[in-house]
């Protein structure tokens, strides 16, 4: 069996097993319809004031972690890559290709990752959205040149669509997030969001190429010039989450819980 | 017959709240404006930090952020305690907001209808239009003796939960002083 294959099936045992060992834990605090518009508190309940007392507002705990302490290894071992190299590379991309020319190349990536956005859509049953969704696909590949301008935007009909993933359809689906995890290199996710990651993989035409030339020496390149383009955005919220705070790891598995509470909501 | 007592009810206290969430709109704009008037004139994040400060100090009840972010073990902070946290919890949110403005350029905003989750208090969402991207930022904003912000949701992440989990763990390590000495380096590190 291909080693990629099997290494991936096994981080999707380990993913699965943890799964059902902490969700329980992480799930006693479900999101509410209200944080829809991020309108709810840290822990999704109302918004109700306690008179005298607010002390409590802002409840602690939003996520289980059972693993922090290897956790904690895992987020100081990714720190230290991407100060010394994915940050430099991240800089250099951006030195090498002006503004334009970014954006033409994230477009064009964001356009193809279409399938994920659609059969997850698809799958929530929300067929109005993925109908936009199909329409954006087509507006964009057409009118937007393969995709480099994002021409739907122009459509008030198709602007503003919220990006569905696998892991939004587990959450609509009543799957809870699990714990929290680091992944190498990826960073913050929970069990649900990390199996979610591997359903987005499969899902992204990213991924057929090799497929299509037989050869995984077309993935490659097409992976990382996919995972660069996202390098900017990635590291100035991270730069947003950690910056400033007391604890990085605290900081960004809180700015992490919230930020796909709110996505997932959507 | 209680149902449309409460209906009553909700009818004739339905314009003050809507009063009560216009005047917290608009003082929110105003200070917005105000911020991104100072934002627009500064010539670096540092010197942006500075020339905030009084603007920021109007329009955001920095004690009420400090309390809340401490949480329950505030209780145990003496009046000295609370005051130096307050001190430095300030100039760090006032760090941490200026450090999102590139000077020079301004950000458009949107302002959607605000909800008022409890009597004196307003939630305003807005939509932040920054360099290419669109931001859902959502302010909460509080009666005391005028309108001020006591929360900046930015993308669904809220400024005082996330610092609220990391004083807790400092709390629980060595109360009232682990946070203070926590505050003090981080602001000592990140100047």
Redesign the interface.
């Known amino acids: 069996m291909n080693p990629r294959l099997l290494y991936r099936l096994a981080l999707l045992g380990l993913t699965a097993s943890l799964f059902t060992s902490c969700t329980t834990a992480a799930s006693r605090k479900p999101a509410t319809a209200a ?1 829809v ?3 709810t ?2 822990d999704g309940k ?4 306690a008179k005298g007392d ?5 409840a ?3 996520i289980a972690d059972p693993l922090e302490p290897v956790n904690r290894v895992t987020f100081w071992v990714n720190h230290q890559l991407y100060t010394f190299l994915l940050r430099p590379v991240s800089k250099g991309y951006e030195k090498v290709l002006p503004k334009p020319v970014r ?1 033409g190349v994230f477009n064009v990536f964001d356009n193809v990752r279409f399938p994920v956005r659609f059969v997850n859509d698809a799958l929530q049953a929300r067929f109005p959205r993925a109908g936009q969704e199909a329409g954006r696909f087509l507006v964009n590949t057409t009118l937007g040149v393969g995709g480099i301008f994002r021409v739907s935007d122009k459509f008030p009909a198709l602007a ?1 669509v919220p990006a569905a993933d696998t892991a939004q359809t587990f959450a609509k689906w009543g799957i809870g997030p699990g714990c929290y995890l680091v992944l190498p290199v990826i960073g913050p996710t929970s069990v649900r969001d990390g199996v979610g990651l591997a359903g987005d993989y499969a899902l992204n035409p990213v991924t057929w190429v090799g497929f299509f030339y037989g050869s995984w020496a077309w993935t490659i390149p097409v992976s990382v010039s996919d995972t660069v383009r996202l390098m900017p ?1 990635n590291f100035s919220a991270y730069d ?2 950690t ?5 990085r790891y ?2 960004l ?3 992490y819980v ?2 796909r ?3 997932v909501s959507k | 017959m209680i149902p449309r007592l409460l209906l009553l009810l909700c009818a004739t206290s339905l314009p003050a709240l809507h009063a009560a969430s216009d005047t917290a709109k608009a003082r929110l704009e105003t200070a917005v404006n105000e911020v991104l008037d100072v934002a627009n004139r500064a010539t670096s994040t540092s010197a942006l930090a500075k020339d905030l400060r009084p603007v920021l100090l109007k329009s955001i009840s920095f004690e ?1 952020m400090t ?6 073990g ?2 145990q902070f003496s009046d000295a305690q609370r005051k130096k946290a307050t001190e430095l919890f300030t100039t ?1 949110i006032i ?2 907001y200026s ?2 403005f590139t000077p020079g350029e301004r950000p458009r905003i949107e302002y959607k209808s605000a ?1 008022t ?2 009597p ?2 307003v ?1 305003v ?1 807005t939509t932040l239009l920054y360099q ?3 931001y ?1 930022v ?1 302010y ?1 904003m509080e009666q005391s003796e005028n309108w001020r912000i006591t929360d900046i ?6 400024l ?11 709390f629980k390590k060595g109360g009232a002083g682990a946070v203070l000495a ?2 003090t ?2 602001l000592d590190t ?1 100047r």
């Open positions: 944080s518009a991020g309108l508190r840290n109302s918004a109700a004031p607010d002390l409590d507002e802002y602690a705990e939003s954006s503003d955005d947003a989450a910056g400033n705070a007391l604890d605290l900081a598995r809180e700015a919230q930020y509470r709110m996505a | 009420a309390r809340r972010a401490v949480g329950p505030w209780r760090l760090r941490t450090a999102k909800a989750p409890a004196g208090r939630e969402p290419g991207s669109r859902e959502v909460r949701v930015i993308e669904g992440v809220s005082i939960a996330n610092y609220r989990t990391q004083f807790d763990a400092q926590s505050l380096q981080t990140s």
